[in-house]
């Protein structure tokens, strides 16, 4: 088992793949061939883990721009390392979601490391998991691989399909069918966005429904607090639930999800098998020691689709490379708080890009003044749900056909429908008092402590 092996061992073994994952590259990467060349890099002379800091950072931006030239292009690899199985978007609602792609080599991979997270944070064969992730307009890596998280685990799975409707077939559906479906399955985990799994808690303390099967929540998607946290665990209480349990995933469509081995914990790399990670200074690239704050990158150790090495994820933590205190695994843990550092901001547990935003509304005419504000739908509860809000001035009479437009440039630049504010021109921007508009406000910070 691999979180017997000391630290030491476990590199070593990483080392190994790292450089059979490099020289991969080295012939079938279009991005890595192209950039190392450019560095004058020799990528064959990157003997071992600590030889991967000479390479360059890649950075999300890169891979959003071209995400094509990330595949591996190695025709002579067995079919189960080139058919295509399944392409997950990072975002779903960014004006261009970015598609990672999928081997069957690495959906058997993500199975392996879906086991190891089971094992790790106690998802048992005997679960029925209630996926309450929405069904977006592109597909979400969360939402397909809670199947292959419950295939990996042995459990069973069913869906609520919630989200904002789109498409003509009408298979979307409201909140009370998620109360509904988790009561006719006798779901005992709860598998979705925070903010989505907490209304469903509510609605069934409303409906006085029977959710005593219930004996955890998993969460990912969107940063919670732990009085967030604790938030749920009152509900279940409330619920009379079979068990409080929070589990909070952190992951990424573009590395998978890391497993707490109990609650409010560091996050184990369950596979390191796979993947390496490490805490680096965005600027230089240089790495940090264990423990120091910075940006986590990771690198692919063995994969066949979207390979990234040196991948810089945005999100800003520590990492800890000593047996965990509470289980005693080897291997890394990433240690929190996780602070996202990207520029994308999480709206409804979506990612949006506020710049793709404020560009498209930029062009509506008549619009004497805008401005979006990212804020809590009930301002006194702070656990409520996001709500993007698009204040704007105009002439009255202009307000109808401009609310259409703010509506559909809205959903075409990053799939999330606002809500409409009519304000006079000074409430957005008074020119006597401040040298600039303020375009974009992000208000949950401050509620949400
Ligand atoms: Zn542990």
Same mark, same amino acid.
């Not at 002379?45 to 591996?72: G, N, Y």
């Not at 597909?139 to 292959?148: D, E, I, K």
């Not at 021109?425 to 208000?443: C, L, M």
């Given at each position: 088992? @691999?979180?017997?092996?000391?630290?030491?061992?476990?590199?070593?073994?990483?080392?190994?793949?790292?450089?059979?994952?490099?020289?991969?590259?080295?012939?079938?990467?279009?991005?890595?061939?192209?950039?190392?060349?450019?560095?004058?890099?020799?990528?064959?002379?990157?003997?071992?883990?600590?030889?991967?800091?000479? +390479?360059?950072?890649?950075? $999300?931006?890169?891979?959003?721009?071209?995400?094509?030239?990330?595949?591996?292009?190695?025709?002579? +690899? #067995?079919?189960?390392?080139?058919? +295509?199985?399944?392409?997950?978007?990072?975002?779903?609602?960014?004006?261009?979601?970015? #598609? *990672?792609?999928?081997?069957?080599?690495?959906?058997?991979?993500?199975?392996?490391?879906?086991?190891?997270?089971?094992?790790?944070?106690?998802?048992?064969?005997?679960?029925?998991?209630?996926?309450?992730?929405?069904?977006?307009?592109?597909?979400?890596? =969360?939402?397909?691989?809670?199947?292959?998280?419950?295939?990996?685990?042995?459990?069973? @799975?069913?869906?609520?399909?919630?989200?904002?409707?789109?498409?003509?077939?009408?298979?979307?559906?409201?909140?009370?069918?998620?109360?509904?479906?988790?009561?006719?399955?006798?779901?005992?985990?709860?598998?979705?966005?925070?903010?989505?799994?907490?209304?469903?808690?509510?609605?069934?303390?409303?409906?006085?429904?029977?959710?005593?099967?219930?004996?955890?929540?998993?969460?990912?998607?969107?940063?919670?607090?732990?009085?967030?946290?604790?938030?749920?665990?009152?509900?279940?209480?409330?619920?009379?639930?079979?068990?409080?349990?929070?589990?909070?995933?952190?992951?990424?469509?573009?590395?998978?999800?890391?497993?707490?081995?109990?609650?409010?914990?560091?996050?184990?790399?369950?596979?390191?098998?796979?993947?390496?990670?490490?805490?680096?200074?965005?600027?230089?690239?240089?790495?940090?020691?264990?423990?120091?704050?910075?940006?986590?990158?990771?690198?692919? +150790?063995?994969?066949?689709?979207? *390979?990234?090495?040196?991948? =810089?994820?945005?999100?800003?933590?520590?990492?800890?490379?000593?047996?965990?205190?509470?289980?005693?695994?080897?291997?890394?843990?990433?240690?929190?708080?996780?602070?996202?550092?990207?520029?994308?901001?999480?709206? $409804?547990?979506?990612?949006?890009?506020?710049?793709?935003?404020?560009?498209?509304?930029?062009?509506?005419?008549?619009?004497?003044?805008?401005?979006?504000?990212?804020?809590?739908?009930?301002?006194?509860?702070?656990?409520?749900?996001?709500?993007?809000?698009?204040?704007?001035?105009?002439?009255?009479?202009?307000?109808?056909?401009?609310?259409?437009?703010?509506?559909?440039?809205?959903?075409?630049?990053?799939?999330?429908?606002?809500?409409?504010?009519?304000?006079?021109? $000074?409430? @957005?921007?008074?020119?006597?008092?401040?040298? $600039?508009?303020?375009?974009?406000?992000?208000?949950?910070?401050?509620?949400?402590?």
């Amino acid at each position: 088992m @691999i979180f017997d092996l000391s630290i030491n061992q476990i590199e070593e073994l990483q080392s190994e793949r790292l450089r059979a994952m490099l020289a991969m590259c080295a012939r079938g990467h279009p991005f890595y061939r192209r950039r190392w060349s450019e560095a004058g890099i020799d990528v064959a002379s990157i003997r071992d883990l600590a030889d991967l800091e000479r +390479l360059p950072l890649t950075t $999300k931006q890169e891979l959003m721009a071209d995400p094509e030239a990330f595949r591996l292009r190695l025709p002579e +690899l #067995p079919l189960y390392e080139r058919a +295509l199985w399944e392409v997950l978007y990072t975002t779903g609602s960014t004006a261009d979601p970015t #598609p *990672v792609y999928n081997t069957t080599h690495d959906y058997h991979a993500y199975l392996f490391q879906s086991r190891r997270v089971a094992e790790i944070s106690g998802i048992r064969e005997t679960d029925v998991i209630a996926n309450l992730f929405p069904l977006t307009q592109a597909p979400m890596g =969360a939402f397909l691989r809670s199947t292959t998280n419950a295939y990996a685990a042995g459990a069973a @799975i069913c869906a609520a399909l919630p989200g904002a409707a789109h498409g003509a077939f009408g298979v979307h559906r409201p909140l009370e069918y998620a109360v509904h479906m988790v009561q006719v399955h006798r779901a005992t985990v709860l598998w979705g966005v925070p903010s989505f799994v907490r209304r469903v808690l509510l609605r069934a303390i409303d409906e006085k429904a029977d959710f005593t099967s219930v004996r955890m929540c998993a969460i990912t998607g969107e940063a919670s607090t732990p009085a967030f946290r604790e938030e749920l665990r009152r509900c279940l209480r409330a619920l009379n639930a079979a068990g409080t349990g929070v589990f909070d995933r952190y992951g990424s469509t573009e590395l998978g999800a890391f497993a707490q081995c109990r609650e409010e914990s560091d996050w184990h790399n369950p596979a390191p098998e796979i993947q390496y990670h490490e805490i680096v200074d965005p600027q230089t690239g240089r790495r940090l020691r264990d423990g120091e704050r910075g940006m986590l990158a990771v690198t692919h +150790l063995d994969r066949r689709g979207t *390979v990234l090495v040196r991948f =810089a994820m945005g999100d800003i933590a520590a990492i800890a490379r000593s047996p965990c205190p509470a289980c005693g695994r080897t291997g890394d843990r990433i240690v929190g708080p996780i602070v996202r550092g990207s520029d994308l901001v999480k709206v $409804k547990g979506m990612l949006v890009n506020p710049s793709a935003l404020l560009g498209a509304l930029g062009g509506v005419q008549g619009v004497e003044e805008f401005q979006v504000v990212i804020r809590r739908e009930n301002d006194a509860d702070p656990y409520s749900m996001d709500e993007m809000v698009v204040r704007v001035a105009c002439a009255p009479g202009l307000r109808a056909v401009i609310e259409q437009q703010i509506t559909e440039k809205s959903v075409a630049a990053v799939q999330v429908r606002p809500r409409i504010e009519h304000v006079e021109a $000074k409430e @957005i921007y008074d020119p006597g008092r401040e040298t $600039k508009a303020t375009r974009f406000v992000d208000r949950r910070s401050v509620t949400r402590t």
